[in-house]
């Protein structure tokens, strides 16, 4: 079955260190997408990408990249971590740009100390 | 400013009880709207997608209305069970925006 999967599910780091989270996807979709799920807010699109060597900012991008080298992958990564990143991170994906629904990955809970 | 409001922000029932949810939004133009399901430590699940020309939607014991007039969409469940506590969660499409709400926290009790 096709699926999407993050890892690691849980990480704790300090200040000032570089953070990457992983994402990979078989369920062969261009659309990935990068979002932080804090209390009382929703999802927040942090970063997203319709497709190979194609990345976007979302509207909580700072301090956050992403890569898009192939179909599958979409590795997030914070370059410089703060304690105002700690959150859970949800990596997902779709078919469509406008209708698809969204599929998500189990999510990645950071801990910046 | 496209938004996605939820009320209520969480919401006891007793188990076999029926609830509602509300989602009203102002994100324009509209394409559709979803309401996902996601269970403590895990991702959303969608549940049920609704578009501009339909008002009524069901998915078990799931039934989602949207009024496009009033920009308000409702997530009815019947009969709850103990596995139906979780998060919801509307989610707004525009042309080339998509808006989260921050969801209902829903906690079904025996």
């Known amino acids: 079955d096709a699926e999407i999967t993050q890892s690691p599910r849980h990480k704790i780091t300090e200040t000032g260190r570089q953070v990457t989270l992983a994402c990979h996807q078989t369920w062969n979709h261009n659309n990935m997408f990068w979002y932080r799920q804090d209390l009382g807010h929703g999802l927040r699109l942090i970063h997203y990408?319709?497709?190979?060597?194609?990345?976007n900012k979302g509207e909580v991008s700072d301090g956050y990249s992403v890569s898009r080298s192939n179909t599958e992958d979409l590795p997030l990564t914070l370059e410089s971590a703060a304690s105002s990143q700690t959150s859970v991170y949800f990596c997902?994906?779709?078919?469509?740009?406008?209708?698809?629904?969204?599929?998500f990955g189990e999510g990645s809970r950071l801990t910046v100390l | 400013k496209n938004q996605v409001e939820q009320s209520p922000q969480s919401l006891i029932i007793l188990e076999g009880k029926n609830c509602t949810l509300q989602?009203?939004?102002?994100?324009?133009?509209?394409?559709?709207l979803r309401w996902y399901k996601q269970d403590t430590g895990r991702g959303p699940v969608s549940l049920t997608i609704m578009t501009f020309s339909e008002n009524t939607k069901s998915n078990g014991r799931y039934t989602a209305t949207l009024d496009a007039d009033t920009k308000q969409s409702s997530l009815h469940i019947t009969a709850s069970q103990l596995s139906d506590s979780a998060s919801y969660i509307c989610v707004v499409r525009g042309d080339n925006d998509m808006r989260f709400g921050a969801g209902t926290r829903l906690t079904v009790k025996p």
């Open positions: 989602c009203n939004y102002t994100v324009s133009p509209f394409s559709n």
């Open positions: 990408s319709y497709g190979v060597q194609d990345t």
């Open positions: 997902a994906s779709s078919d469509s740009r406008n209708t698809g629904e969204l599929f």
